[in-house]
């Protein structure tokens, strides 16, 4: 290791793993979701869908904005 690297803080540290697990979960949702829409034919299975969708949207807002 560098003599110049600085190791994140506890906390700073902790932040992050919460931050990446988030994302990676966000991830995983979005990704069941759209292999489930071909399977889809009734309108209110679609409209739950797009309902899961927008909060996994704004989740991932929610997280970008978190991440700065």
Not at 8 to 34: F, S, Y
Request: charge should be positive.
């Amino acid at each position: 290791m560098s003599p110049f690297h600085v190791m994140p803080d506890e906390d700073a540290a902790a932040r992050a793993a919460a931050l990446d697990e988030l994302r990676q979960a966000l991830a995983g949702i979005r990704c069941v979701a759209a292999l489930l829409v071909p399977d889809l034919a009734a309108p209110r299975e679609r409209q739950l869908l797009g309902a899961i969708l927008r909060a996994v949207a704004r989740g991932e807002a929610a997280w970008k904005r978190l991440g700065r």
